[in-house]
């Protein structure tokens, strides 16, 4: 009996970026690798079978073959043995310290020279140029733009609204016609600095009630920093435009259509200005800095009932909003996806 409770619905493999199998279920790559092996093992057999004894050749051809296999069929962290062996040398070999400033100039004579070999740290290269005031990012000949969004829960849908939403993604995701980055992160949250902001206020407070309740929210929040790791989550979207794509905004407007095709998912986004999108980039730089609030670039949620609170200071006890009612900064931790116990590496 055919079973047509997923009409619509086509299963799509996990590995369609797997490399095809060529021959005897290797793939080009790996019959490559054992082929030059093959040849080298030849041509030192017939250079030392008569200089060097059988048993010795033998044993040095089954070690040497065993790490041969190895490395062609051997995989690890999700690579390829050969291209892990690779990106191991190419990170041994790389400078361990990257330094804006002039690293090639000479010495001055009054500097005492090291006794042992010092590894000089070698110049830092960025691939951005420049981010001006609008937000777009130049990257050589072509630009980018950023987009800071909110995510999507779900588990509290129903199935067709599910079904809704992963299509309605998915034009979105088939309707990109170059690079675009998706960038998930998650950042703890100070909530003791709220809770002592809010229990400073609720003296202040001239009705019983509201200073009572103002009083509670502050032990709440202070609980919740102490049990629990408050995350604050941020999604950035980063488009870029085509190779001859011209145009003095054609990062812009195409960050200004991602925020319309995102829109349909429920999704608060906008386009960042120049001040947000060097904020992220260099928390992106340095993720166990503070982030700048003035200039954060996450969107703030809005709910039927609240206000946001204004976004235009740096530091949450200078907060003008610390009554229960309103959304403080870190509101964007728990409205994007609940708090959760959480480890950073």
Same mark, same amino acid.
């Given at each position: ?30 019959? &490559?690798?054992?082929?030059? !092996?093959?040849?080298? /093992? ?53 400078? =361990? ?50 987009? %800071? ?7 509290? =849908?129903?199935?067709?609204?599910? %079904? !809704? ?12 016609? *170059? ?6 992160? %998650? ?14 206020? &609720? ?16 032990? /709440? ?39 319309? %095709? ?15 999108? *060097?904020? &992220?980039?260099?928390? !992106? ?14 969107? *703030?949620?809005?709910?039927?009932? =609240?206000?946001?609170?204004? =976004? ?10 610390? /009554?229960?009612? *309103? ?5 964007? &931790? ?12």
């Amino acid at each position: 009996m055919t079973d047509h409770t997923d009409t619509g619905r086509t299963r799509m493999p996990a590995d369609v970026d797997a490399p095809d199998k060529v021959a005897y279920g290797l793939t080009f790559r790996q019959l &490559a690798i054992l082929a030059v !092996a093959a040849l080298a /093992f030849y041509g030192a057999w017939r250079g030392l079978h008569t200089v060097v004894p059988l048993p010795v050749l033998v044993g040095a051809a089954v070690v040497a073959s065993g790490l041969v296999v190895g490395v062609a069929v051997g995989r690890r962290d999700g690579l390829s043995l050969d291209v892990w062996l690779l990106a191991a040398v190419r990170h041994w070999r790389s400078p =361990r310290a990257l330094s804006t400033t002039d690293t090639l100039s000479k010495t001055p004579d009054w500097v005492q020279a090291p006794k042992r070999a010092v590894m000089l740290p070698a110049p830092l290269k960025l691939p951005a140029d420049a981010i001006d005031d609008s937000g777009e990012i130049r990257l050589g000949g072509t630009r980018a733009a950023m987009v %800071a969004a909110t995510n999507v829960n779900l588990a509290l =849908r129903s199935p067709d609204e599910q %079904a !809704a939403l992963v299509d309605t993604f998915g034009r979105w995701l088939n309707s990109l016609s *170059t690079p675009t980055q998706i960038v998930v992160s %998650a950042q703890p949250v100070d909530l003791h600095s709220a809770a002592r902001t809010l229990a400073t206020a &609720a003296h202040a407070l001239t009705h019983p009630a509201l200073a009572d309740a103002a009083t509670d929210h502050a032990r /709440f929040l202070d609980d919740l920093a102490t049990g629990r790791d408050p995350l604050r989550r941020q999604v950035l979207i980063v488009t870029r435009t085509g190779a001859g794509e011209r145009g003095e905004h054609a990062a812009r407007r195409r960050a200004t259509d991602t925020v319309h %095709a995102l829109s349909g998912l429920g999704v608060s986004a906008r386009a960042l200005d120049g001040a947000a999108v *060097t904020a &992220a980039v260099a928390a !992106a730089a340095d993720p166990t800095a503070r982030p700048d609030l003035a200039a954060s670039p996450l969107p *703030t949620p809005s709910s039927p009932g =609240r206000t946001s609170t204004p =976004r235009g200071r740096s530091d949450p006890d200078e907060s003008p909003h610390p /009554f229960p009612h *309103t959304h403080p900064w870190w509101w964007p &931790a728990l409205h994007a996806g609940g708090y959760r116990r959480s480890r950073l590496g």
